[in-house]
């Protein structure tokens, strides 16, 4: 009886150790979707460590969409073709909106800030030291539905100038990522872009571009860091399970370093309705001056 009691309790702590199987209403992989920060290539290389350590830590494949646009990662959580998705601020609240996505996590700053800032920034030896010297130059924002790279630079040159940025500068455009505005203002092809301080200091810290290479010459008060939501409709315990698996591997050193990021922290939809203000804000500004 206590040999047969003995090979109970091995069976048992095997049990328990082993890989838990995920639940039937899982789905069979996951698709995690990305904002386009440095160009599509670069973009699914700099998280694809990270989709590997989430495989293993929820026993389910993870697998990285990256697409060519802000709107896209909308698009694709609106037509399901995603469960999750790392979005910029602005376009969480499309996504909100449009998909019915619900913030599950923040992105924190290397000093642990729930946020970033959005920077106007220009050639290191341009002689553009304030919004008025760059009147009648080439501008570029990020994307329509980037905060940093468009939403907040908006609304810091209505305050500025009092005029929209088609009006200010001699050339607007988009980059289409912060990677390249940065690297477009680094080797003077722009003479200001606005962009932010986190994605600055990535392309720094990968050596990209050098810090002596670019100067700030604006910067922004804080906006809400970059949320990791799901679709809502997803099981609850997969979301909560995803948010505690991302939470838990970006604290490790060397995933801190793909990232360069302070890792995340848990958040709600509430903490983004700052961004949904200075966006109704930026919107009735617009208008009002005939756009």
Known sequence: MRCLMFLCLVVLSLVGTSPAQ?????????????????????????????????????????????????????TAMSNKQIE?????????????????????????SRDGQRGYRAIFIVPAKSPIRTLEDARGKKFAYTDPNSASGRLIPAMLLHEKTRQRAEEFFGEVKYSGSHGTSILQVANGELDIAATNDLDLLRMIQKGAVREADVRVILQSELIPGAPVAARRELPASLKKAFAEALIKVSKEPAMLEVLQNGGFAPTSDEEFDIVRATDEFVKTQEKSNGK
């Open 84 to 108: 999750f998705g790392w979005f910029g601020p602005k376009a969480y609240i499309e996504a909100a909106k449009r998909a019915d996505a619900e913030a599950l996590v923040i992105e924190l």
């Open 22 to 74: 995920p639940p039937a209403d899982w789905p069979k992989a996951i698709r995690f979707g990305v904002v386009p920060t440095e160009g599509g290539a670069d973009t699914t290389r700099r998280f694809t460590p990270l989709a590997e350590q989430l495989t293993r830590e929820l026993g389910v494949p993870v697998e990285v969409v990256s697409a060519s646009t802000y709107q896209g990662v909308v």
